[in-house]
């Protein structure tokens, strides 16, 4: 199936589904067809702390027509906090949309925790992802603000400094210590902090996820 990308919200979450639906054609020896459209990151902050998915949902949409003209079956927001707008999307949007939520549920559903932390954008975090994993229970995050400007700065220019990995880590571990069993990587971008480095609790990565339910289609 040819999937459609709504990509560069950020930079860094855009490489980890672009790379991530690459590796995993190249090991099962199927063709990758791909098309990206180009959404601005500050624009849908603005939207997203405005609380407009409205506005939003009318961006996207004309991202996924444009995809659709270019041959795409199916499109997908590559990214969490991008999500705040999908089901406003779903109902404009010229293609079925690859919603990442019920995929995360479904994969939470299937494993051994039951009680997890969320990190991500404020909204994320506050709604725990949307309102859409009732398979578990979420510890709410304290350190909201906190967590929430350390993310969006680091996920506008696609870099993470050790300062925000700390915060990263020490809410995770805030989590940990009121009972959470997992933390749950709600911001695609926490990757480009938590890869490669031990936090000392375990880990669930949503968009790790989404790419794997992504694949499922553009491999049919």
Same mark, same amino acid.
């Given at each position: %199936?040819?999937? /459609?990308?709504?990509?560069?919200?950020?930079?860094?979450?855009?490489?980890?589904?672009?790379?991530?639906?690459?590796?995993?054609?190249?090991?099962?020896?199927?063709?990758?067809?791909?098309?990206?459209?180009?959404?601005?990151?500050?624009?849908?902050?603005?939207?997203? &702390?405005?609380?407009? =998915?409205s506005?939003?949902?009318?961006?996207f949409? /004309?991202?996924?027509?444009r995809?659709?003209? *270019? /041959?795409?079956?199916?499109?997908a927001?590559?990214?969490?906090g991008?999500?705040?707008?999908?089901?406003e #999307? %779903?109902a404009?949007?010229?293609? =079925?949309?690859?919603?990442?939520i =019920?995929?995360?549920? *479904?994969? #939470?559903?299937?494993g051994?925790?039951?009680?997890?932390?969320?990190?991500?954008t404020r909204?994320? %975090?506050?709604?725990?992802?949307?309102?859409?994993? =009732?398979?578990?229970?979420?510890?709410?995050?304290?350190?909201?603000d906190l967590?929430?400007d350390?993310y969006?700065?680091?996920?506008?220019?696609?870099h &993470?400094?050790?300062?925000?990995?700390r &915060?990263?880590?020490d809410?995770?571990?805030?989590?940990?210590?009121?009972?959470?069993?997992?933390?749950m990587l709600g911001?695609t971008?926490?990757?480009?902090?938590?890869?490669?480095?031990?936090p000392?609790?375990p880990?669930i990565?949503?968009?790790?996820?989404? &790419?794997?339910?992504?694949? *499922?289609?553009?491999? *049919?």
């Amino acid at each position: %199936m040819h999937i /459609g990308l709504i990509a560069g919200i950020g930079p860094a979450a855009t490489d980890f589904y672009y790379r991530g639906l690459i590796e995993r054609h190249v090991a099962a020896g199927t063709r990758l067809d791909l098309t990206m459209a180009h959404a601005d990151v500050r624009e849908m902050s603005r939207n997203l &702390v405005a609380k407009n =998915p409205s506005k939003q949902a009318e961006i996207f949409a /004309g991202l996924v027509g444009r995809m659709k003209a *270019a /041959g795409a079956q199916a499109a997908a927001i590559t990214s969490m906090g991008g999500h705040f707008c999908v089901n406003e #999307l %779903m109902a404009i949007s010229p293609l =079925p949309i690859l919603n990442a939520i =019920p995929a995360v549920d *479904a994969s #939470l559903a299937k494993g051994k925790f039951r009680k997890i932390g969320i990190l991500g954008t404020r909204t994320v %975090m506050e709604t725990k992802l949307y309102g859409g994993i =009732p398979s578990v229970e979420v510890v709410p995050t304290e350190a909201l603000d906190l967590v929430h400007d350390n993310y969006v700065a680091m996920a506008t220019v696609g870099h &993470v400094t050790e300062a925000q990995r700390r &915060v990263f880590f020490d809410a995770g571990r805030e989590l940990c210590s009121r009972g959470a069993e997992a933390i749950m990587l709600g911001g695609t971008d926490l990757f480009l902090a938590f890869a490669g480095h031990e936090p000392g609790f375990p880990v669930i990565d949503c968009a790790d996820i989404h &790419v794997d339910a992504i694949y *499922a289609k553009s491999a *049919a």
